[in-house]
């Protein structure tokens, strides 16, 4: 069974650029999550999607960060412009419906300078 | 508010050495407990899950515990491996798939 696919794997950009980051998802997994993990710290939620619907999304910086999960399966989150603050890896991980252990991804390491 | 709370931050231990991490948690409704093992540079991998009912579960030399009651758990880690420097994430889980994780304590084994 593959597991779950991310891409790039690194990415450098300036600050204020715009940086977008993909996730396919263990086939089959309804849910799927976003999350940010600083430094030296547990990972944030950022984003919960169920099939193409948001579940939560209350710690999303709405007015930098997007993400989207047109058909149900991969996923893609954006962040427009980028901060110096936003350095961190985004993780994505999915669940099967029903399930409780979440399955990661190898994560997207942003440096922003 | 849901929380979960791991200590120490960091630990250094020589190779073959025993080694206890600690979580505490708040969360409610509780559902499950899971440790994850996270290399630098990987996504966390699963170590092992325990349920409200359950208060200990082993996965080789790791073992878990489960106090339900005082809302704890701790890692054991038995007879240390290099490969075990790593960072050692406690999560805990809602009946709807809600999760929430403790900031990780840093496991450094040396030879």
């Known amino acids: 069974e593959a597991g779950v696919a991310q891409s790039p794997r690194y990415k450098i950009i300036e600050k204020r650029q715009s940086v977008a980051f993909w996730c396919n998802p263990i086939?089959?997994?309804?849910?799927l999550y976003w999350y940010q993990q600083i430094l030296g710290q547990g990972p944030k939620l950022l984003i919960q999607?169920?099939?193409?619907?948001?579940?939560?999304d209350s710690q999303l910086p709405k007015d930098r960060f997007s993400a989207e999960r047109l058909k149900g399966v991969d996923s893609t989150l954006k962040i427009q412009p980028a901060k110096l603050e936003d350095s961190a890896v985004y993780l994505c991980?999915?669940?099967?419906?029903?399930?409780?252990?979440?399955?990661f991804g190898p994560g997207t390491r942003l440096t922003v300078t | 508010k849901n929380q979960v709370e791991q200590s120490p931050q960091s630990l250094i231990i020589l190779e073959g050495k025993n080694c206890t991490l600690q979580?505490?948690?708040?969360?409610?409704?509780?559902?499950?407990l899971r440790w994850y093992k996270q290399d630098t540079g990987r996504g966390p991998v699963s170590l092992t899950i325990m349920t409200f009912s359950e208060n200990t579960k082993s996965n080789g030399r790791y073992t878990a515990t489960l106090d339900a009651d005082t809302k704890q758990s701790s890692l054991h880690i038995t007879a240390s491996q290099l490969s075990d420097s790593a960072s050692y994430i406690c999560?805990?889980?809602?009946?709807?798939?809600?999760?929430?994780f403790g900031p990780g304590t840093r496991l450094s084994v040396l030879p």
């Open positions: 991980a999915s669940i099967i419906a029903g399930g409780d252990e979440q399955y």
């Open positions: 999607f169920q099939n193409n619907g948001v579940v939560d």
């Open positions: 999560v805990v889980g809602d009946y709807g798939q809600n999760f929430v």
């Open positions: 979580c505490n948690y708040t969360v409610s409704p509780f559902s499950n």
């Open positions: 086939s089959g997994h309804a849910t």
